[in-house]
Each structure stands twice: as C-alpha cells, then as structure tokens.
C-alpha cells in the first residue's frame, strides 16, 4: 500500500496508520489506547509506575486484545483471498 512502517509500541498511531487502508479498524481504537499501557509498562516496568491491573482489568484487556487480534487475522485471511483472486 505504499506506506513506510515504523516500529512502535503504541497501538493507536499503528491502528491509524491502518485507517488510511481499512476504515473498519476505527471501531478498534478504544480497544488501541486501553491496551498500551500495558505494552510498555510490563515490559519496560522502569519507564513508569509498574501497572497492576485488577482482575476485572486483565480479563477487559484480554478481551479486547483478543477481538483485536481476530479483526487483524480477518483482514489477513480477506487480503490473501484478494491476492488469489488476483493470479
């Protein structure tokens, strides 16, 4: 699609990014900016107060990384259908 990548933990500039290609990662952007911090502050904990999120946060984390993640894999599994149908 002609775009550069950079590397980066924050979700939400990566899902912006993503928006210039597909619309519909717009309805995953809430999901981007709860999921950061704990990208960086787990694995960097020195950057930062170390998070520790109740259960009830953990569990809303796991959920909306796991719809993020199905989405991203659909996207994948649409574009090889379009690649195929493209040879």
């Not at 930062?48 to 109740?54: C, H, Q």
């Not at 796991?66 to 040879?87: A, H, K, N, P, S």
């Amino acid at each position: 699609h002609g775009q550069s990548l950079v590397k980066t933990h924050e979700l939400v500039a990566l899902l912006r990014a993503c928006l210039t290609i597909e619309p519909d990662f717009v309805h995953h952007l809430n999901a981007a900016q709860t999921l950061t911090p704990y990208i960086s502050r787990f694995r960097y904990p020195l950057l930062g107060t170390p998070l520790r999120p109740s259960e009830t946060e953990a569990r809303e984390a796991i959920q909306l990384a796991t719809e993020l993640i199905d989405f991203v894999r659909d996207q994948f599994q649409q574009m090889e259908q379009v690649l195929m149908y493209d040879e």
